[in-house]
């Protein structure tokens, strides 16, 4: 596709169930990183995937978030066992990974709207 | 760690008036970011600044990068209700297997009134 989509834009579920969201990058970026922004810590990063690898994995909260990634492309990021505080806007995005040192620019999707109740 | 401040948080002008967001970034980088984001909507890229002493303009706006002081501004020239939007500027924070994960400041929310 022409950009970075995410998928559902706005979800709403119940405390305590569990929850996928899904980030489809752009076509050849092999870099993929979650960021979260919410009301009170404003945007922050969660993890980094480098093709199916996920080296970066520090800004995960807790050990409730999990992500994968396949054939390189599609990530899901899941939230299990949800909590009010896990309310937030969930973006992905995606970079074409180069030579070290190079600057590669991040490209950011629409975002996933989760609110726990 | 890394951290980002940015100032002001909010600020309301007027159309016609110029302004500046400050960056502050407290680590060595190279690179650094400015976003826009209007209400429910995502990341716009702006300005990517790169080396030291780097200045990008684009219509009313102006990105400048001091790295020495670990600075970087943007400037608003003669503020239409157009730009009005949330300003963000963001570091790169090199993680792990080659994370180039950005660290963002908490935005500038900014008003420009008629």
């Known amino acids: 596709g022409a950009g970075v989509s995410q998928s559902p834009s706005n979800k709403v579920t119940e405390k305590g169930k569990d929850v996928e969201l899904r980030c489809d990058p752009i076509?050849?970026?092999?870099?993929l990183y979650w960021y979260r922004q919410s009301l009170g810590q404003g945007l922050e990063f969660l993890i980094y995937?480098?093709?199916?690898?996920?080296?970066?994995k520090s800004g995960l909260p807790s050990d409730r978030f999990s992500a994968e990634r396949t054939g390189g492309s599609v990530s899901t990021l899941t939230i299990q066992r949800t909590q009010q505080e896990d309310s937030a806007v969930y973006l992905c995005?995606?970079?074409?990974?180069?030579?070290?040192?190079?600057?590669?620019?991040?490209?950011f999707g629409p975002g996933t709207r989760l609110t726990v109740l | 760690e890394l951290k980002v401040e940015q100032n002001p948080l909010f600020l309301s002008m007027q159309e016609g008036k110029n302004y500046t967001i400050y960056c502050n970034y407290s680590?060595?980088?190279?690179?650094l970011y400015w976003y826009r984001q209007d209400p429910g909507k995502s990341l716009e890229s702006l300005f990517v600044?790169?080396?030291?002493?780097a200045v990008k303009q684009e219509g009313r706006l102006m990105a400048s990068l001091d790295t020495k002081a670990r600075l970087s501004t943007l400037h608003i020239t003669a503020a239409v209700h157009d730009l009005s939007a949330t300003y963000f500027c963001?570091?790169?924070?090199?993680?792990?297997?080659?994370?180039?994960?950005?660290?963002f400041g908490k935005g500038t929310k900014l008003t420009v009134n008629p």
């Open positions: 680590t060595t980088s190279d690179r």
């Open positions: 995937f480098q093709g199916n690898s996920a080296p970066d």
């Open positions: 076509s050849g970026h092999t870099a």
């Open positions: 600044l790169l080396s030291n002493g």
């Open positions: 995005a995606s970079s074409f990974m180069g030579l070290a040192g190079v600057y590669n620019e991040q490209f």
């Open positions: 963001a570091v790169d924070s090199p993680g792990g297997g080659g994370s180039e994960k950005l660290v």
